[in-house]
């Protein structure tokens, strides 16, 4: 007697859909198959898709910026991602100027992180990082995570990496995961709000590339939020080159900051023109994982001073992230939203719908459609308000359990995923 029997769904699997059912065990997928098996219970998912659940590589939960909080703490953020079908989301601890640092920065994050519903897992972040890359690496690792993060600007505030740092860095055997801004092209002053694209201007994302080109070494490198077409065009088709975007950056444009209400689209590296967007759009084939950079802020905070640089930067959305992505690309967004993240950030068991691997998943139906309203348990507003979205995501579940079923989100706590891989348990085979 099995635990849990998917009926009737078309079930996607190894990149196809299979009109299969789902036998679940416990936290597992324990086999598919075209016969009815005896389990305690049975779900029939007629006329839905059974979507792999999806992992959010780069979500800011209650990030302290020091002058404001980001307004969605692990649980709030969390129960946004499930109604999105996110079943693991990937945050990043607080940067650290010294290895010695980081069991304390994780040993915090992970406290926090506790209330998460959905699992979760952590990249490293380096400031202005001072100490020694290779004890640091070790440290990452056995911590049970394979990313490290740094940036290329915010130089005012010390986070900036230093060459040195970064080249030892992308020499390592990790994910180095870059914000790329060149610095010096950056102006952290800026006061106006409907031209701030300006201040960080798309040369500054594109030198950034081209000197992280340069320097790319043993590793694998991973660019955070490419926020242009052209970003995508210099990285696409290399060797141990991550791209990943962000569903902003194909859907808006720096016009938004213009008006009354441009205060709530500030975020970093900016929205870029129009014709930056069509190229992005254009490449999407090139982006290999979705981010969302969920990092909300409320209304009135965004709203609050007309000054571009004393506003919180950031966004949410994370519930719609699918939805917009899928509406626009289709069933291509599924692995860059799943596989491709667990993959390369070594998730196992996560990211694909294979026998031995977590009953990670969500019920879609592709025929609904969603509107995207204000968010009412995270910020209260979203950029997207408004907008008629292709399908709707009915169920979401984590680990054999609905975490978010037909709209109720259930009691679960979610846990901290390592990074490790053992190809062979994921295999999937259709019985
Ligand atoms: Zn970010």
Redesign the pocket.
């Known amino acids: 007697m099995h635990d849990l029997l998917l009926t009737g769904g078309r079930v996607y699997v190894d990149g196809r859909f299979e009109d299969i059912n789902i036998v679940i065990d416990g936290e597992t997928i324990t086999a598919f198959t075209r016969e009815t098996k005896e389990a305690k219970k049975k779900l029939d998912c007629h006329g839905l898709m059974i979507l792999p659940g999806l992992i959010d590589p780069?979500v800011?939960m209650e990030l302290d910026l020091g002058f404001a909080t980001s307004c969605d703490d692990f649980y709030k953020g969390s129960v946004a991602a499930v109604r999105g079908g996110v079943t693991t989301l990937i945050d990043?601890l607080a940067p650290i100027e010294n290895e010695t640092e980081i069991t304390a920065a994780f040993d915090s994050r992970l406290n926090l992180a506790k209330e998460c519903v959905t699992d979760y897992a952590m990249h490293a972040t380096l400031g202005n990082f001072k100490g020694d890359v290779v004890r640091l690496i070790e440290s990452v690792k056995q911590l049970g995570m394979n990313s490290v993060k740094v940036f290329t600007t915010y130089s005012e505030s010390n986070r900036m990496v230093s060459d040195q740092v970064l080249t030892q860095l992308l020499d390592q055997e990790i994910v180095t995961m870059v914000?790329a801004e060149d610095d010096r092209l950056v102006d952290s002053e800026w006061q106006e709000i409907a031209t701030y694209e300006s201040s960080r201007p798309l040369d500054a994302e594109l030198s950034a590339l081209k000197n992280l080109l340069l320097k790319q070494g043993r590793g694998t490198l991973y660019v955070?939020?490419v926020s242009s077409g052209s970003g995508v065009k210099l990285l696409a088709g290399r060797d141990r080159v991550v791209i990943e975007s962000c569903p902003h950056y194909f859907y808006l444009t720096k016009d938004s900051f213009k008006g009354e209400y441009g205060g709530l689209y500030l975020l970093a590296p900016p929205l870029r023109n129009n014709a930056e967007r069509e190229k992005l759009n254009k490449a999407i084939e090139n982006v290999y994982t979705i981010g969302t950079?969920h990092?909300p802020f409320t209304k009135s905070e965004k709203l609050e001073t007309r000054s571009a640089k004393s506003i919180p930067k950031g966004i949410g959305s994370i519930q719609y992230s699918f939805l917009l992505m899928y509406d626009r690309f289709g069933e291509q967004v599924i692995e860059k939203m799943s596989r491709h993240v667990a993959e390369v950030f070594r998730l196992k068991g996560k990211g694909k719908l294979a026998e031995g691997c977590d009953a990670d998943l969500f019920l879609f139906d592709p025929l609904g459609e969603t509107l995207v309203e204000s968010d009412v348990e995270t910020e209260d507003y979203s950029v997207y308000e408004g907008m008629k979205l292709k399908g709707r995501i009915v169920s979401t579940m984590l680990r054999g359990k609905f975490v978010m079923e037909a709209g109720k989100i259930a009691e679960t706590s979610g846990r901290y995923i390592r990074s490790e891989c053992d190809e062979g348990a994921c295999s999937s085979t259709i019985l």
């Open positions: 780069h800011h990043f914000h955070v939020h950079d990092c």
